[in-house]
């Protein structure tokens, strides 16, 4: 009577323990199921914190997060430094050095300005002056008929000649050859002379080298011989010369009328220097002195 027994115990079944088992075997399902969803869920978060997968891939963000963290502001830094550098620096370095560094290597590479006194005078009825530097002097006296007086450098060596003339001439000498010249610039007059009118500061060069003989009878200290002179402008520079008369000259009116008849005089103003080659008269063409002495001819006026 098993199989009866069984088969009322399925028949007869009754409603509470039926809906107690349903319960139970929910219940149980439903614990079942938390527990699997539970497990991965928990995992998960644990495996990314401690598993040796999760952490090259934190370490590895956190680098890539701090990397661009660190260059962005490189790049922006670099740039903003070398615009501070640059414009802060640049401008505070050149205006600084430039006005610093001209002015003060400029007074020092020229000279000081010289400073320059007026003689002035009258020879044979011509009145005239002209600038010197002050720490030359003018040595003689004019008369009134003339005369020359020398123009003396601060050590007492005579730097250039004027001479006031009521006539003026020029013989041939010992010798009436005209040996060449080399024309070593014209310098502007200042003012123009009252009856021969504008005037240049010419310096000619002659070399004797090969004429001992000539340079002997004329007294010549050395083989080349510099003139620079006060000369009409419109004579054009000379090729050939007379050794003595290597030279210009100019006119200046009196409205007097001399012994001889004219009313003009004669105007020599001159520097002459000897030098033992051509090439050292050419190097003392671009001396101090030899701009001074130009200076002083080119200011004469009469």
Same mark, same amino acid.
């Given at each position: 009577?098993?199989? =009866?027994?069984?088969?009322?115990?399925? =028949?007869?079944?009754?409603?509470?323990?039926?809906?107690?088992?349903?319960? &139970?075997? *929910? *219940?149980?399902?439903?614990?079942?199921?938390?527990?699997?969803?539970?497990?991965?869920?928990?995992?998960?978060?644990?495996?990314?914190?401690?598993?040796?997968?999760?952490?090259?891939?934190?370490? *590895?963000?956190?680098?890539?997060?701090?990397?661009?963290?660190?260059?962005?502001?490189?790049?922006?830094?670099?740039?903003?430094?070398?615009?501070?550098?640059?414009?802060?620096?640049?401008?505070?370095?050149?205006?600084?050095?430039?006005?610093?560094?001209?002015?003060?290597?400029?007074?020092?590479?020229?000279?000081?300005? =010289?400073?320059?006194?007026?003689?002035?005078?009258?020879?044979?009825?011509?009145?005239?002056?002209?600038?010197?530097?002050?720490?030359?002097? =003018?040595?003689?006296?004019?008369?009134?008929?003339?005369?020359?007086?020398?123009?003396?450098?601060?050590?007492?060596?005579?730097?250039?000649?004027?001479?006031?003339?009521?006539?003026?001439?020029?013989?041939?000498?010992?010798?009436?050859?005209?040996?060449?010249?080399?024309?070593?610039?014209?310098?502007?007059?200042?003012?123009?002379?009252?009856?021969?009118?504008?005037?240049?500061?010419?310096?000619?060069?002659?070399?004797?080298?090969?004429?001992?003989?000539?340079?002997?009878?004329?007294?010549?200290?050395?083989?080349?011989?510099?003139?620079?002179?006060?000369?009409?402008?419109?004579?054009?520079?000379?090729?050939?010369?007379?050794?003595?008369?290597?030279?210009?000259?100019?006119?200046?009116?009196?409205?007097?009328? *001399?012994?001889?008849?004219?009313?003009?005089?004669?105007?020599?103003?001159?520097?002459?220097?000897?030098?033992?080659? &051509?090439?050292?008269?050419?190097?003392?063409?671009?001396?101090?002195?030899?701009?001074?002495?130009?200076?002083?001819?080119?200011?004469?006026?009469?």
């Amino acid at each position: 009577m098993t199989p =009866v027994l069984r088969d009322r115990g399925a =028949v007869h079944m009754s409603p509470t323990t039926s809906r107690s088992t349903r319960v &139970l075997g *929910a *219940a149980a399902a439903a614990l079942l199921l938390l527990a699997s969803c539970g497990t991965p869920g928990g995992e998960n978060p644990s495996g990314e914190g401690t598993s040796p997968a999760a952490s090259p891939t934190t370490v *590895a963000e956190s680098p890539a997060d701090s990397a661009p963290t660190t260059q962005s502001p490189a790049p922006t830094t670099g740039p903003t430094e070398g615009s501070t550098a640059g414009p802060t620096e640049n401008p505070t370095g050149t205006p600084t050095a430039s006005p610093t560094g001209t002015p003060t290597a400029s007074p020092t590479a020229s000279p000081a300005p =010289v400073e320059l006194v007026t003689y002035s005078g009258t020879a044979a009825d011509a009145a005239f002056a002209f600038e010197l530097p002050a720490t030359w002097s =003018v040595d003689g006296e004019f008369s009134d008929v003339g005369g020359t007086v020398a123009v003396l450098g601060p050590d007492g060596a005579p730097v250039g000649h004027l001479s006031v003339l009521i006539a003026w001439g020029a013989e041939c000498g010992p010798d009436c050859s005209m040996p060449p010249v080399t024309h070593l610039g014209d310098v502007p007059g200042g003012v123009p002379l009252s009856s021969s009118g504008q005037f240049v500061v010419r310096s000619v060069a002659m070399d004797l080298t090969s004429a001992p003989e000539l340079r002997n009878a004329y007294g010549w200290p050395d083989a080349v011989r510099l003139v620079t002179s006060l000369t009409d402008a419109d004579s054009p520079p000379p090729t050939a010369m007379l050794p003595h008369v290597l030279y210009g000259l100019g006119t200046v009116e009196t409205g007097v009328v *001399a012994p001889n008849g004219i009313t003009y005089r004669t105007v020599i103003f001159s520097s002459v220097h000897d030098f033992p080659s &051509l090439e050292a008269a050419r190097e003392y063409t671009g001396s101090e002195q030899h701009q001074q002495v130009e200076a002083m001819i080119a200011s004469f006026r009469a």
